[in-house]
């Protein structure tokens, strides 16, 4: 895979560089985080066929309902498709009932999730749609104080691979948002917040490594929050 990045050189002669982030479209709240995105300026195509990941430096898998996600990637033949694009460097994201989707075990029964994040996940543990709840947290490479989190019928973490970053837990010590690698993952919905501070941590994650590996232009501006805020607009939050 290519990444697709797009680098441009502004009139003070930084290079800015603005990732191109595919997002889900088989089910969930995929339009939340297209319009995120949007407002950030990030081109964010809706990812709808294996074939739509080519040329993406990251992908976000929403939050929704995981059985049925992974039902849908099955059918269209993404359980073979994404693990192979993450090999060749395109970041991930998911959110709630997409980190359902990455995790490498689940202590329910189902659904098949992909295996691509070294964690143990616990579906639906907070309860039913009306015991969701919003909470405040600082989060391992988010400045600017703490995120206001909207968990909705979340799952939680019951397990983390020696290879697995913590980057926010509960008071009660679960993990709710971890990094392994490119792969990012969070119980909470950052897209339904006015709070994009997430999304820029994403942003530089994914094109950190690619551009990385293949050598970055001289003064290219990447993978830190601070450094989206100036090339790509001003924060929501």
């Given at each position: 895979?290519?990444?697709?990045?797009?680098?441009?050189?502004?009139?003070?002669?930084?290079?800015?560089v603005?990732?191109?982030?595919?997002?889900?479209?088989l089910?969930?709240?995929?339009?939340?985080?297209?319009?995120?995105?949007a407002?950030?300026?990030?081109?964010?195509?809706?990812?709808?066929?294996?074939?739509?990941?080519?040329?993406?430096?990251?992908?976000?898998?929403?939050?929704?309902?995981?059985?049925?996600?992974?039902?849908?990637?099955?059918?269209?033949?993404?359980?073979?498709?994404?693990?192979?694009?993450?090999?060749?460097?395109m970041?991930?994201?998911?959110?709630?009932a997409?980190?359902?989707?990455?995790?490498?075990?689940?202590?329910?029964?189902?659904?098949?999730?992909?295996?691509?994040?070294?964690?143990?996940?616990?579906?639906?543990?907070?309860?039913?749609?009306?015991?969701?709840?919003?909470a405040?947290?600082?989060?391992?490479?988010?400045?600017?104080?703490?995120?206001?989190?909207?968990?909705?019928?979340?799952?939680?973490?019951?397990?983390?691979?020696?290879?697995?970053?913590?980057?926010?837990?509960?008071?009660?010590?679960?993990?709710?948002?971890?990094?392994?690698?490119?792969?990012?993952?969070?119980?909470?919905?950052?897209?339904?917040?006015?709070?994009?501070?997430?999304?820029?941590?994403?942003?530089?994650m994914?094109?950190?490594?690619?551009?990385?590996?293949?050598?970055?232009?001289?003064?290219?501006s990447?993978g830190?929050?601070?450094?989206?805020?100036?090339?790509?607009?001003?924060?929501r939050?």
């Open positions: 895979m290519v990444a697709s990045a797009a680098v441009s050189r502004s009139m003070s002669g930084l290079v800015s603005q990732p191109k982030i595919g997002v889900l479209a089910q969930g709240d995929f339009r939340e985080h297209s319009a995120m995105l407002g950030m300026g990030i081109e964010a195509p809706e990812v709808r066929l294996p074939s739509h990941l080519e040329g993406l430096d990251g992908l976000i898998i929403p939050g929704g309902e995981s059985t049925t996600i992974t039902k849908l990637m099955d059918r269209w033949g993404f359980r073979d498709g994404l693990p192979r694009a993450a090999a060749s460097g970041a991930v994201w998911g959110t709630c997409g980190m359902i989707v990455l995790a490498k075990h689940l202590v329910d029964p189902y659904p098949e999730p992909l295996g691509l994040l070294d964690v143990t996940v616990s579906r639906n543990w907070f309860g039913r749609q009306v015991d969701s709840f919003e405040d947290f600082a989060i391992s490479g988010v400045e600017g104080g703490p995120f206001r989190a909207i968990f909705i019928r979340a799952p939680v973490i019951e397990r983390t691979g020696p290879t697995v970053e913590v980057l926010a837990s509960l008071p009660d010590g679960h993990p709710v948002a971890v990094r392994q690698g490119r792969i990012l993952a969070t119980a909470f919905h950052p897209e339904l917040t006015e709070d994009d501070r997430v999304h820029r941590m994403f942003l530089g994914s094109v950190e490594g690619p551009l990385q590996s293949e050598g970055r232009p001289a003064g290219a990447v830190s929050v601070p450094d989206f805020h100036r090339e790509i607009g001003a924060s939050s």
